[in-house]
């Protein structure tokens, strides 16, 4: 298992992390706190992932609350200011403030790929149930369909269904979201195909519940679970391919701000404006990163 | 041997047959010929005489199972449609940005099986255990930065602060390795992942600790015994890494202004020109299978027991076992099928 950074797989932060007094008699306040405490150190990496994943969320929600201005104004007397205390990330050709831009661009991005991800998991648990529970011709057609999706590079696919549907940040979405279905397929068939020989579907077949509602009650939630870790890794993937089309023209729309497209602007200017392209740059960094050690210790916990 | 290879020959055949079919089916199908939609667009750019040729070459007049034929039949001949926008064969506009880009791509690939193997070695052999820990999170790092804040950063930093690297191609060797890099860093990240996996099970083999006890050192069991073990699913990770590279080039040559396939594709993208991406889907799809065709005929080059028949009996016939091929995946460390190994990120 891959982590970040050392210490938060230490014996010591495995052992205080595991829910000691649970069971036990109700310990004193104090012993609680140190309890938790020592949870949070033993995890301190993974805290500040899920610290940063929530406050990129609440830009989503609420850009409001954290800067007051307007992402889309003009202020042509303060164009091209460095960062300061008052422009944190600086200012771009048009005088607009780029950390209020990297703000209201989060609600795109994170947009674009909760999108994708849900298209990945409708379309992918739609197709990989039809193939796991009736076999036979469905299963060898869909099969053979995703294989020839996968003998395809991913991001190239994407592409070509954006060239299909059009620009803009919701036909990229479902380009990506199209793409990714096929990995979804493969594993919730693989569920199902275990699934549809368990105990419990063969009471609810021989309890007379019909096909429908016993895909829909039984096999579907179960074979649902395993695929939460891929989940948070689709999600780290369709944010940075969804900002990849962005980059390229291909996405998000000028003067929309995107994170993707925030960096192709900085771009231009890279040569003595370096701030406007590496600020919404490492803020992709630092949202994937987040996402993709919170999906490792989800997929851990599952494992261990 | 020859059984085997034909079937595998039949088989990466059929796969290419239905990513065509699969292409064409997206591009010219849909209701709505988009083709057509193309053509008589006002912003086409095209002279009517253009316009004219361009339907008569897609037969867009006729019903779409016999355009299907006719553009499969020039498929088997090696054609790839006309451009919508410049009315030039496809194959010969990618004739011209490939060589660029394959460079890029042969260097990545260099590039990036260097830096997997490296960072692999280092997770497994560094000495100290905070070294091995930090070297376990680079893989994650790798597969979470996107490849055009790598560009942005490289360029800023090691072209326009240090001039280390010329900012524009310019054709030289020099300005071909940052990008190189940068693309390499794309595969790497799974490979590095595969690859460390992959020793640490085969340093848990009994054989291995044989060979400890008989006093061979760390180093010399690595690379007489380890390293040719643990290097079979990294093969068959590179064989989906060329596809990936390809598709990689697209960004990389954005944020380098290269040209090459990648810039042909952003290109006939914002110009709505179909054929000219499809032609690319097909062609990375010919990689694809052309990569994994070498890779399945490599392997017994490299573990020769897959030439062995199941009861452990060498295949008394010599002959490649066509009926029970014992392909990598099925050996010791089984995955589930079709899934990556857990902690792997595919791009």
Known sequence: ?304 | MRKYLARRVVQAVLVLWAAYTLSFLLLSALPGNAIENRIHAPDSGLTPQDGQVLLHYYGLDKPVWEQYLHALGRALHGELGLSLTSVQPVTSLIGYALPSTLRLTGLALVAGIVLAGTVAILINYAPGAWLRGLAAGIPALFASVPTFVVGILVLQYLSFRAHLIPPVDDGSFRALVAPAITLGLVIAAPLAQVFSTSIRTTRKQPFVHVLHAKGAGEGYIFRKDVFRNSSLPVLTLLGLAFGELIAGSVVTEAVYARAGVGKLVVDAVTNQDLPVVQGVVVLSAVAYVVVNLVVDLAYPFIDPRILVGRNGAANSKGTWPAGRWRGPRRRGQAQPQGLPPEDVVVP
């Open chain 1, 1 to 304: 298992m891959t982590q970040l950074i050392g210490p938060d797989l230490s014996p010591e932060g495995a052992a205080a992390g595991a829910p000691s007094t649970a069971g036990s008699f109700p310990a004193g306040l104090g012993k609680r706190l140190l309890a938790a405490l020592r949870w949070l150190a033993g995890h301190l990496t993974l805290v500040i992932a899920i610290a940063i994943v929530a406050l990129v969320l609440l830009w989503a929600f609420f850009p409001g609350l954290f800067t007051s201005q307007n992402p889309t104004a003009v202020n042509p007397a303060e164009h091209f200011l460095p960062p300061s205390a008052e422009h944190w990330f600086g200012t771009d050709e048009f005088g607009r403030d780029l950390y209020t831009r990297v703000v209201y661009g989060s609600r795109t991005s994170l947009t674009g790929a909760a999108v994708a991800v849900a298209v990945a998991v409708v379309v992918g648990s739609a197709l990989g149930s039809v193939a796991g529970w009736f076999g036979g011709f469905a299963d060898s057609l869909i099969g053979r369909v995703i294989d020839v999706v996968l003998s395809i590079p991913g991001f190239l696919f994407a592409i070509t269904i954006v060239a299909l549907l059009g620009f803009g940040i919701f036909q990229s979405a479902l380009a990506v979201g199209l793409t990714s279905s096929a990995t979804f397929a493969r594993l919730i068939r693989s569920e199902v195909l275990m699934a549809s020989t368990s105990n419990y579907v063969e009471a609810a077949t021989t309890s007379g519940a019909r096909t429908f509602a016993i895909l829909r009650r039984h096999v579907i939630p179960n074979s649902i679970a395993p695929t939460f870790s891929l989940v948070t890794v689709q999600f780290g993937i369709a944010i940075i391919w969804i900002a990849s089309l962005s980059f390229l023209g291909l996405g998000a729309q000028p003067p929309k701000p995107e994170w993707g497209l925030l960096v192709s602007d900085g771009r231009d200017f890279i040569a003595s404006r370096s701030w406007l392209a590496i600020w919404p740059g490492l803020t992709v960094v630092a949202v994937v990163l987040s996402i993709n050690h919170i999906s490792r210790h989800i997929s851990r916990g599952r494992s261990s």
